[in-house]
């Protein structure tokens, strides 16, 4: 059976220890306030036997002393006045439960070898009752570990790992505690009961809850149990409140004296006294230490406040060093004002100068500008007349190479006619000489014949002549049907046109296809939304743009192609301007010849093909210049990234002087009024998808030039619908060409089909008559062979006669051919005098035309050198303008600068001192010199000092200011060691009078309660030598 003797609920005749206990300890709090609120720390002695013994007050503190039987009597009386004279173990009186500091339950979860256990106990004395292992041992270790007890002052267990129930991994103990009445702890917080939790596992840590009657958790701090065991006063470690049965043996059976001595102490809490004490005592020593240390610190202290005066009164007597110094410091201020002030009337004339000169360069530009305009358009007009001059010599260029080419054919045909003529005269005679010879022989052998035949022969002959006459008839039927030639003529002219037209269509036909082609990748690409833009360029664009990447030796970056950088925002006029811009938008601007130069290199390295431009990034102002109409011009449809590109435009394509207009008719109008600052007009041709017109004027009127479409992929950035519209009327277009030139190569060939039928009619006839002829000349040679039979020198007759016929035809011949010659001579002739006279026309035509032309490139050549010459000028003006804009800005910049410069200076001055009159020739730098002169007296001075004034002022100061906290320090620790001292001497004084009378007390109960049990007994205490022990012996016992 466990005891548990509640602290709180002590019987009455206890009460008055537990009062002494409780002042005991609401003393010891007071010290330690009282000690925290003096600077130090509440402290001990460690070896009070020792102190005591050493302490001169001992002989005080034991005479004040009284003796131990005078105590005994005094302690015995009060107590039997207490109980009213009855026995103090038998009285009867019924003990009071306290409101506060009583135990009401003890809970276990997982604890020991029980899983939940709950004991609810009684507000006085309670027996706990049970067999081995029912728990009895389980709530006294659970009630000692709840309240923050180790475990190993239960004598159960090493660790809190030893007291988890096995198979669990945590444990869990509870105490309630009681907390009513006037001496609650906290009961504002925690209400009428406190409940302390203390969890623990077996992987280790542990913690503390406290909670309010409603279960809410107040702290988890240990210290907070602590303040309130201690407000309560539960002392579970005290073996006077908790003594198990083995303790109680263990004690009883191996106690030393010293042992007992030390139960006592522990048990009326003078141990915890006596170390607080103990410390304190060393506390004191330890400050006495300080005291001589600091002593010795403050004589250190007050040697260097005294050299630091000494130093200080030198500083004084150099002060006027400094005085001087500071009045050469606003001498200073004053001289920096004025020098800006006449920095900033420097600045106000040149603003002004610039000004001036910026009107003067303005004019001048404004006038070199007008200059370049009329050199520009007497170039342009130049340029316009030798076009016309050029597109006029042209026809009549192929006109003269046509008259030429007809009268050397001509003169041909002349000398061959020549040499024909004399031909057929030697032709003629020779025939003419035949025809006499065989006229004379028929003559002769008809006579013959005449003689020598009857009259059948003669009909035969007569036959032969009939006959003859009907083959002369044949050949004039044949002869009769015409000619062929004029058919062939025909056929010739229609197969000459067929083959020249089979040229152009098939030319044709192949761009057609091949625009068509081209427009159809152009749309698939578009319609891919893949092309790179490259691909409108030549084919080395991307090698070249790489090269560029890579070239380190540019002083600016080049700028290219221009294509890159343009967007058109009306794409309706893509393919017009991309023709008008034609090798431009390919061609790479810098900004200087250097760059040009590499530029070269690497358009030849990678064999690119584009022009190079030396342009200024400088934007030129069109505003006067702009064409003055309500039409778009070029410039306002191009969207251009880079004013460089935007301002070669302007020069090379006079972009803000081409108007846009779609109609051809309202664009030939508008430019033959002469529009102010118009010198192009663009016009789309509406029979020709993509291609235009372009309408100027020359001193001879307005002339219009065509604009070819453009059939490549668009180089200039565009909507991609449009574009992609574009590319399908493109499609259109070209297939409509292809269909008209098929067309009209049809027709051709129906007209060579009609000239064939008819050449083939004629031949059909003409082979008719051919049989005719051949059958009428098979009757005379039927006859001629009868009359052969007739005799037989029939055959020389007609041998002679046909010898005559055959000369007689030769003579027709050579005469028709001879009349055919001179006729056909008479008409060269004439043809060659016409021909020589329209080519003479022709030539002097293409003289006047080449002279002109040549006259006009040398007013050209010197229009343009002109051109040159006004626009580097006009160039050179416009910069010297924005040169002298910008040297005018940053001088206004300059004076803006000086001018908020001096009014702060002025400012800053006028804090250090009021204006000063400088003398002349007093410089800020003349004045820092004599500073720099007196700041090096004033170095030297200090560096003999060894500081600044300042510097030894502030020594000086923190010198005292050390001697002084030192001195208040020592005074101030000196004070309390002698309170420490005073309060040491006094507490222990109170301490070993408590010891004593505690000591009476016990050995007054011990006595009694022996006696009561029929014993005698004594205590037998020796507090010098720390021994208690105890005799016994029985009443029987003399």
């Known amino acids: 059976m466990v005891k548990l003797r509640d602290q709180a609920a002590k019987v009455k005749h206890r009460q008055p220890s537990k009062r002494v206990h409780h002042a005991t300890t609401q003393r010891k709090k007071s010290r330690t306030a009282r000690a925290a609120e003096n600077g130090g720390s509440a402290v001990s002695d460690e070896d009070s036997n020792q102190d005591v013994t050493d302490d001169p007050e001992e002989t005080e503190l034991s005479s004040v002393d009284e003796d131990e039987e005078t105590l005994r009597t005094k302690v015995l009386r009060q107590m039997l006045e207490d109980t009213g004279g009855e026995d103090l173990l038998n009285s009867g009186q019924i003990n009071q439960a306290a409101d506060h500091g009583v135990i009401e339950e003890v809970y276990c979860q997982n604890f020991m070898c029980h899983s939940k256990l709950r004991i609810k106990?009684?507000?006085?004395?309670?027996?706990?009752?049970?067999?081995?292992?029912?728990?009895?041992?389980?709530?006294?270790?659970?009630?000692?570990?709840?309240?923050?007890?180790?475990?190993?002052?239960?004598?159960?267990?090493?660790?809190?790992?030893?007291?988890?129930?096995?198979?669990?991994?945590?444990?869990?103990?509870s105490v309630k505690i009681k907390n009513r009445g006037e001496g609650a702890f906290q009961h504002d917080l925690y209400g009428d009961t406190i409940t302390v939790e203390r969890h623990f596992?077996?992987?280790?840590?542990?913690?503390?809850?406290?909670?309010?009657?409603?279960?809410?958790?107040?702290s988890t701090k240990k210290a907070d149990l602590e303040d309130m065991l201690d407000f309560l006063g539960l002392q579970l470690d005290n073996p006077m409140n908790v003594l198990s049965q083995d303790m109680a043996r263990q004690?009883?059976?191996?106690?030393?004296?010293?042992?007992?001595?030390?139960?006592?102490?522990?048990g009326t809490q003078l141990e915890q006294l006596d170390r607080d004490y103990r410390t304190m005592n060393e506390y004191v020593d330890q400050i006495e230490i300080q005291l001589?240390?600091?002593?010795?610190?403050?004589?250190?202290?007050?040697?260097?406040?005294?050299?630091?005066?000494?130093?200080?009164?030198?500083?004084?007597?150099?002060?006027?060093?400094?005085?001087?110094?500071?009045?050469?410091?606003?001498?200073?201020?004053?001289?920096?004002?004025k020098e800006q002030e006449d920095e900033l009337a420097k600045a106000i004339e040149e603003v002004a100068t610039l000004e001036e000169k910026l009107a003067q360069r303005e004019q001048d530009a404004r006038e070199k500008s007008e200059r370049f305009d009329q050199a520009n358009t007497s170039f342009e007009s130049a340029k316009d007349l030798k076009t016309q001059f050029e597109t006029d010599l042209q026809p009549a260029e192929e006109e003269k190479s046509r008259v030429k080419d007809e009268f050397d054919t001509n003169k041909k045909k002349l000398l061959e006619m020549q040499s024909t003529q004399r031909n057929i005269k030697s032709d003629l005679k020779a025939a003419q000489n035949r025809v006499k010879q065989a006229e004379e022989s028929v003559r002769k052998e008809q006579d013959r014949i005449q003689q020598a035949s009857g009259p059948a022969q003669a009909q035969k002959f007569e036959e032969l002549r009939e006959a003859e006459e009907e083959v002369e008839q044949r050949k004039r039927d044949e002869e009769g049907q015409g000619d062929k030639r004029a058919l062939e003529d025909s056929r010739n002219e229609i197969l000459a046109k067929k083959t020249a037209e089979e040229s152009a269509i098939e030319t044709a036909t192949a761009k057609a296809s091949e625009d068509k082609s081209t427009a159809e990748r152009a749309l698939q690409e578009l319609r891919n939304?893949?092309?790179?833009?490259?691909?409108?360029?030549?084919e080395s664009l991307q090698r070249l743009l790489q090269a560029i990447q890579r070239e380190r030796g540019f002083r600016e970056k080049p700028i290219g192609p221009l294509g890159y950088h343009v967007k058109l925002k009306n794409p309706d006029w893509s393919s017009v301007i991309e023709s008008v811009f034609g090798g431009v938008l390919n061609a790479f601007v810098v900004t200087n010849a250097h760059d040009q130069g590499i530029m070269r290199k690497l358009t030849n390295n990678v064999g690119y093909h584009g022009d190079i431009y030396i342009g200024n990034p400088r934007p030129l102002d069109v505003t006067n210049n702009k064409a003055d109409t309500k039409y778009d011009t070029l410039l306002d449809v191009l969207e251009i990234d880079h004013d460089i590109i935007r301002n070669l435009f302007i020069i090379n394509q006079s972009a803000e002087k081409t108007v846009l207009i779609q109609a051809r008719n309202e664009a030939s109008d508008f430019i033959s009024k002469r529009p102010r600052n118009v010198v192009i007009a663009l016009a789309m041709d509406m029979n020709r998808r993509g291609a235009g017109h372009r309408f100027s004027y020359t001193a001879n009127g307005s002339r219009m030039d065509?604009?070819?479409?453009w059939r490549g992929l668009a180089r200039m950035q565009t909507n991609v619908e449009a574009q992609i519209a574009a590319q399908q009327s493109n499609i259109a277009d070209a297939e409509r060409r292809m269909k008209s030139d098929t067309q009209k190569l049809q027709r051709l060939n129906q007209e060579l089909a009609e000239v064939n039928r008819s050449i083939n009619s004629f031949n059909h006839r003409g082979r008719e008559l051919r049989v005719a002829r051949q059958e009428a000349e098979a009757n005379v040679e039927r006859i001629k062979q009868e009359l052969d039979e007739f005799t037989i020198d029939a055959g020389t007759l007609d041998a002679h006669k046909s010898a005559l016929e055959e000369a007689t035809g030769d003579v027709q011949l050579a005469e028709r051919s001879f009349e055919d010659s001179v006729n056909e001579k008479d008409v060269l002739n004439e043809q060659q005098r016409l021909l020589k006279a329209e080519l003479d026309k022709a030539q002097a035509v293409v003289t006047e035309f080449r002279t002109k032309i040549d006259k006009i490139d040398e007013a050209i050549r010197k229009k343009q050198a002109l051109r040159a010459t006004a626009l580097s000028e006009?160039?050179?003006?416009?910069?010297?303008?924005?040169?002298?804009?910008?040297?005018?800005?940053?001088?206004?910049?300059?004076?803006d600068v000086l001018d908020a410069r001096v009014k702060e200076w002025i400012r800053e001055a006028e804090n250090v001192c009021e204006r000063r009159e400088i003398e002349p020739g007093m410089t800020p730098e003349k004045i820092e010199k004599k500073i720099q002169a007196l700041e090096k007296q004033r170095h030297d001075r200090e560096r003999q000092l060894g500081g600044t004034r300042e510097q030894i002022v502030q020594q000086w100061v923190a010198a005292n200011e050390a001697w002084d906290v030192a001195r208040k320090e020592h005074n101030s620790l000196k004070g309390v060691a002698k309170l420490l001292k005073d309060t040491y001497i006094n507490r222990i004084k109170a301490w070993r009078k408590f010891r004593h009378h505690i000591m009476v007390r016990a050995k007054i109960m011990f006595?009694?309660?022996?006696d009561q049990r029929k014993f005698k007994g004594r205590l037998l205490a020796d507090h010098q030598t720390r021994s208690l022990d105890i005799s016994v012996r029985t009443c029987l016992t003399t």
């Not at 309240?147 to 103990?173: P, Q, W, Y």
């Not at 939304?529 to 360029?537: D, I, K, S, V, W």
């Not at 065509?706 to 479409?709: D, E, K, Q, S």
């Not at 006009?874 to 004076?895: I, L």
């Open 292 to 337: 001589e240390n600091r002593y010795r610190d403050i004589a250190h202290l007050r040697k260097r406040l005294q050299d630091a005066e000494n130093k200080k009164k030198q500083a004084d007597q150099a002060e006027t060093i400094t005085d001087k110094i500071k009045e050469y410091d606003r001498m200073h201020a004053w001289a920096q004002v």
């Open 874 to 895: 006009k160039n050179q003006a416009m910069d010297k303008v924005q040169d002298t804009k910008e040297d005018k800005v940053k001088a206004e910049e300059q004076r």
């Open 706 to 709: 065509p604009v070819a479409a």
């Open 201 to 218: 596992k077996r992987a280790g840590g542990s913690g503390f809850k406290l909670r309010n009657e409603d279960g809410r958790i107040i």
């Open 529 to 538: 939304e893949q092309r790179p833009r490259t691909r409108a360029y030549h």
């Open 251 to 266: 004690f009883l059976n191996n106690s030393s004296p010293h042992d007992k001595y030390k139960f006592f102490l522990k």
């Open 1007 to 1010: 006595s009694l309660l022996l």
């Open 121 to 173: 106990l009684g507000p006085l004395i309670n027996f706990i009752i049970g067999h081995n292992g029912s728990g009895k041992s389980a709530v006294l270790t659970a009630l000692t570990l709840c309240l923050g007890a180790k475990a190993s002052v239960t004598n159960r267990g090493g660790s809190l790992k030893h007291f988890i129930k096995e198979g669990t991994d945590a444990c869990m103990v």
